[in-house]
């Protein structure tokens, strides 16, 4: 008999907790619950292959590998490609917006002869990394085969993509998964 008092009391003290603090947490969450996802990155994403090393712009060479312990941006492109150059001012920005915070974009030449390169950087001003992967058949195994330009993924910190995009995709999207992941 007295357990059970013990038991109503404290039931009592629950109920009374969650009727004083309901209020204040649906008025913090716009009548919502908080989102507790963890939907920026799949549970079953796959890892990304970053065991490569290509060369920039300059001919030294970069390994993917290095980007480890950053949000990734990895955009498949070419320097004729109509959509890549739509897309090329969102990858700027975002870079310079959010590289203070651990974001990296690597823009990597494929179908495109990579001469090209260099001066189309220069003429769009890109403040981003340029790689050459045209003809790397280990690269096309690894992130193919590319149907259609460009197509971007975002990867997180831990090496897993949470993120393909083929053709242009809006410049929110990408920021919204990046800020996710940051």
Wanted: net charge positive; aromatic share 10%; hydrophobic share 45%.
């Amino acid at each position: 008999m007295v357990a059970s008092r013990i038991v109503t009391a404290a039931g009592a003290v629950v109920l009374a907790a969650l009727i004083v603090t309901a209020p204040r947490i649906a008025k913090k969450y716009n009548g919502r619950p908080p989102d507790t996802s963890t939907a920026a990155c799949p549970a079953n994403a796959r890892k990304a292959n970053l065991n490569f090393t290509l060369n920039n712009v300059d001919g030294k060479a970069v390994r993917l590998a290095d980007y480890s312990g950053k949000v990734l941006l990895l955009d498949f492109w070419a320097t004729w490609c109509g959509p890549c150059k739509v897309e090329i001012p969102f990858f700027i920005d975002l870079y310079e917006k959010y590289k203070s915070r651990g974001f990296e974009v690597a823009g990597v030449i494929v179908l495109d002869e990579f001469k090209h390169a260099a001066p189309f950087a220069r003429e769009f001003k890109m403040n981003y990394t340029i790689l050459d992967a045209d003809g790397r058949e280990d690269i096309d195994n690894a992130y193919g085969p590319m149907f259609a330009l460009p197509t971007t993924y975002i990867i997180a910190r831990d090496g897993r993509i949470c993120a393909k995009h083929i053709g242009i995709t809006g410049k929110d999207v990408f920021e919204t998964t990046i800020k996710s992941l940051l």
